[in-house]
């Protein structure tokens, strides 16, 4: 099988639209999420250095790694009716299992220093949000 056919395999293999809904919602969400965690990250530590444990940060200490991960997820899901949609997929595993795992424990190696890390990484998913979690040390989900 040929690497074009595989993403332009014909009219066969196209997402539905309601397909085409989901992967679009993912891509918007993602590309939102990876962002947004990005300006929260750039302009909370401009105001002050130390642990961010609000906002989009406040459940997920990676979310803009979340994001990226939707996003690249959207790109793999165009090609669900196909009969190797599993392809994408074993790269992107691969890229999250090599690429983006190993940073994350190095940032939480790094972030450990702070005496709150105990307690957030108590209430906080290193990339799937948990459901329910508490506030920062200070009341406004910053660490001092």
């Known amino acids: 099988s040929n690497i074009v056919l595989l993403v332009a395999g014909g009219s066969q293999y196209e997402p539905s639209p309601a ?8 891509f918007i969400f993602g590309n939102w999420l990876h962002h947004s965690a990005d300006v929260q990250k750039y302009f909370v530590l401009r105001a002050k250095k130390g642990l961010i ?7 997920c200490r ?12 959207s790109f793999a899901a165009f090609i669900w009716n196909h009969p190797m949609w599993w392809f994408p997929w074993i790269w992107l595993v691969q890229v999250w299992t090599c690429l983006f795992y190993p940073s994350w424990l190095a940032k939480d190696q790094s972030m ?33």
Do not use: C, K
């Open 19 to 26: 397909q085409l809904g989901v992967i679009l919602t993912l």
């Open 62 to 73: 990676n979310p803009n790694y979340l994001g990226e991960m939707m996003i690249y997820g």
């Open 112 to 144: 450990s220093r702070y005496p709150q890390w105990a307690q957030y990484t108590s209430t906080s998913g290193l990339i799937i949000p948990w459901p329910v979690v508490g506030r920062g040390s200070d009341g406004e989900g910053h660490a001092e």
């Open 53 to 59: 444990t609000d906002g989009l940060f406040s459940r």
